[in-house]
């Protein structure tokens, strides 16, 4: 069956995860299109894995492969340029785990905290090699196509109603935006997002199992995909036109 999108959520350096949710995918025909909604690094062990995998997948699937730009690449482009201490240095963000990755140290544990010179690292973000800083970069705000708008976090309304991303400046918006106006009241062209996990969505707007918080939060025309991947969760893929789900929890 041709023309199918597959929408995957925040992946968060879970390597293990992203392999599972692959591998429970039907087989891929060259009309096919996987979108990743970003989010690659951070919190989860492997940042660097996912990195390259995600970046060299093109090569291994006959579908066509679109990456987008999340928060936290986003976030590492503004170390990188300016600094962001704010960043970096807060242990839920994950950013030690992604240091740890790229210099091919083992992942830390709960208890381990950077030594002077990694936080330095970390602060300009110097351990992150040029091409993935370049690639970081060329990752584009949004997809769209016949079945729907994909953007990193959701869409901001303006003064006529929400608006399409093409539309939003500055364009980061699409990738940071967490309202629950959106949540509630967008009644556009179906919305795949990321970065707010699930769980914290409204739960009694969900129409897909409802009783699980955890799971894929379907909304009325918009659809939340981060499952917590990276951070004691699992990571979804939403497959459109069909509206099947997969999962890499067992």
């Known amino acids: 069956m041709a023309n199918r999108t597959f929408a995957i ?32 690094v951070d919190r989860g062990p492997h940042s660097a894995g996912v990195v390259s995998y995600v970046r060299n997948l093109s090569r291994h699937v006959p579908a066509r492969v679109v990456a987008l730009r999340g928060n936290h690449e986003d976030a590492w482009l503004r170390v990188v ?83 399409h991303p093409r539309d939003v400046d500055p364009p980061t918006v699409v990738l940071w935006c967490r309202d629950e106006d959106f949540f509630r009241n967008y009644r556009g062209k179906l919305c795949v997002f990321g970065h707010t996990r699930t769980e914290y969505l409204p739960e009694e707007l969900s129409g897909y199992t409802p009783d699980d918080p955890t799971d894929l ?21 939403f497959e459109l036109p069909g509206g099947r789900v997969y999962e890499s929890r067992e």
């Not at 392999?19 to 990743?36: E, N, Q, R």
């Not at 990755?101 to 381990?112: E, I, K, Q, R």
């Not at 030594?115 to 690639?135: C, H, Y």
Request: charged share 15%; aromatic share 14%.
């Open 217 to 237: 939060w379907a909304g009325e025309n918009c659809v939340g995909i981060d499952t917590g991947a990276g951070n004691e969760g699992f990571l979804t893929a």
């Open 81 to 163: 340029d300016h600094g962001w201490d704010a960043f970096v240095l807060p242990i839920p963000n994950g950013c030690y785990a992604a240091y740890r990755s790229f210099v091919g140290a083992p992942p830390p544990l709960a208890t381990d905290h950077p030594r002077a010179e990694e936080i330095l690292a970390m602060q300009t973000g110097s351990f992150l090699p040029d091409d993935v800083i370049a690639w970081f970069r060329s990752l584009p705000y949004f997809y769209e196509d016949d079945h729907a708008i994909y953007v990193h976090a959701g869409l901001p309304r303006g003064p006529s109603g929400f608006l």
């Open 9 to 40: 959520g925040d992946i968060h350096g879970d390597q293990q995860a992203l392999y599972k949710l692959l591998s429970c995918l039907p087989a891929l025909d060259a009309g096919d299109t996987l979108v990743f909604l970003g989010d690659y």
